[in-house]
DNA sequence: CGTTATATACACCGATCTGTTTGCTTACGG
DNA sequence: CCGTAAGCAAACAGATCGGTGTATATAACG
């Protein structure tokens, strides 16, 4: 990623111009807001004049929606591949993230955008879905009965425990990690290292 | 929709115009957006010149608080006192409710306007923590071993339905009724009605 | 009738926002 | 060395925003 290239000569110099702008979405979009941060002093932020950010994004929208896709794997990553936890703390360390969260992006920017068409909205669906789809493989993963139901319910929580976050100023993932822990004993057969060791019939 | 103005002049006075800006704040900041809603179309909406608008709200922050004020009590009634219910019934019934949300209006406010110290955003917390309580409260009735604790977790998944339906644009009202199944029954004792009548083991 | 309170229509202000244009600078690469 | 092109700073355009000022019209009340 270091190396742009972008002409036939292959020049980078000035080199990061692009990934400052990102960076500094990263900083400001989520500290401000999307609509309240202007272009202006998100370039300033980036030490890149407005002509360089428009030569590289053709609007604040695409940047925007760079802006959702970029961090998109650090998310995803770093909690399903821990293979020293088993399956269901690895469901269960989801939630352990507070100081890093003020608020999903995703959610920030499919409230403030308000367009289902827009395509930061498309990304941060396609997020969604994705982190669902990687919390049910775990849910499979850990012997769920259903994993796809599971999956859901925890992509739920997640969510729920974001937003109520943003509105009430406190911190909602412990509530979360408390049902999760819940519908993880309930959705799993034979949970172990649990307080519920009773077998439980299935319906 | 009205007959309240009648000819280039003949206008019905006074009463109704501060009505009619709840009203049309109603509609256009739910289906548009607070930050996306100016004061002209919504004063154009609302059939009120700027002026008569400006004379009966200081500023577009207390219109905005107003409006979320505004249909506080109308949500929060109409489930809890449905005596019909038993009182696990009626903590379910709250899930009931896909037509009349796009969004909850309150994660939307605190999103969008992004201060914390909005007067809108304390109406927020104020709503979010009386739901929660009001939550509490009917699973106390309904003999829940933590009604507070569930309480918290009940509205956790109503604003976690809430935020995933806006930004997936699919119903997950749902997937967090079948949370709160699983959390009541297992908050309760002795649960009726459900297809797990088994006996509670006492602590 | 006249006064007063409430509306209205409409122009206007300053601020801000997205995006563009105009020179000018500077770091390479041949 | 000189050319090319990326980059910069700053002014500018056009739109929209929240909010006001002004002059006018009407209904209620005395």
Redesign the pocket.
Known sequence: MTELV?????????????ERILSASQQLFREQG?????????CAAA??????????F????E?VAEYLREFDPSVLSGVFDRTDLTPRERLLAVFDIPPTTPLCPYIAAAVELHDPEHPASQYARDYKKAVAARLAAAAREAGAADPEQLGEQLALLIDGAAARTRVLNADAFPTAAAIAAVLIDNAIPAAAGDDRPREEASS
């Not at 000569?9 to 990061?16: F, N, W």
């Not at 999307?34 to 998100?42: A, E, K, P, Q, V």
């Not at 053709?58 to 929208?61: E, L, V």
Request: glycine share 16%; no cysteine; aromatic share 2%.
């Open positions: 972008k002409g036939p000569k292959g020049r980078r110099r000035g080199r990061g111009a692009r999307i609509n309240r941060t202007g272009m202006d002093l998100l030490q890149v004049s407005k002509r360089t950010a428009y030569q590289h053709a609007g604040k929208d940047l």
